[in-house]
């Protein structure tokens, strides 16, 4: 640790700061009267994301219907935010940087709010790291401090409800059917019409 700024000393490892500062800022904010939800397996494919979806139904529909928005706390940078091809508006672009005073990253990748964000517009927070998974990993103190503070205050008022645009969820979910041609063709001689046209609907839905 110098200057406020966290590093490793390890030529091998980083300090797994892109996990830990995230855990960090959901603890001191867990008073905040806001729903919370730790995932695992993000990098691993978002294997708690997907599984609550799967198995949690209830719960996912619940999160998408009942809540304002999703903040995930896991990017990295200082006074940024990703999008993580979540089906965002404009409106809710604009809502987050003026509220937050934070700007959109350049960086690409994806997160949970790929899973998470059915129908609710979403935002990767940057946290205060910078490198992820490497011995040149660091994270700055007042980058998180700053964070903290932007979102305790944020969270003290209430907020509108940002639903995602439906023509761009429209899009992704027939974007999802488009590569599987032949194995529609395959279902339809298969099983008949009306089971193949029941279950391109089922996966259209989801």
Known sequence: FMAGIYYSSSP?????????VGCALLWGLRNCGHSILLTDGEENGKIGARYL?????????EINRTHRMILTLDAPGNNCYLLNQVDY??????YIEENL???????SGGSDLEILCGKLCGANLG?????????????FVSGWNELYRK?????QNEHPRFPTSKKARFKRKLARL???PARVWRKLKRDGFKATAAA???RIKR
């Open 151 to 155: 979102l305790y205050d944020f969270l």
């Open 53 to 61: 979806r799967k198995h949690h139904k209830r719960l996912y529909r």
């Open 89 to 94: 508006t404009d409106e809710f672009r604009e």
């Open 200 to 202: 391109v609907w089922r």
């Open 12 to 20: 091998q490892h980083g300090i797994a700061a892109d996990d830990r």
């Open 178 to 180: 488009l590569p599987l």
């Open 101 to 107: 005073k934070i700007v959109q990253g350049t960086m």
């Open 127 to 139: 946290v205060g790291y910078v490198n992820p998974h490497r011995n040149t990993e660091m994270f």
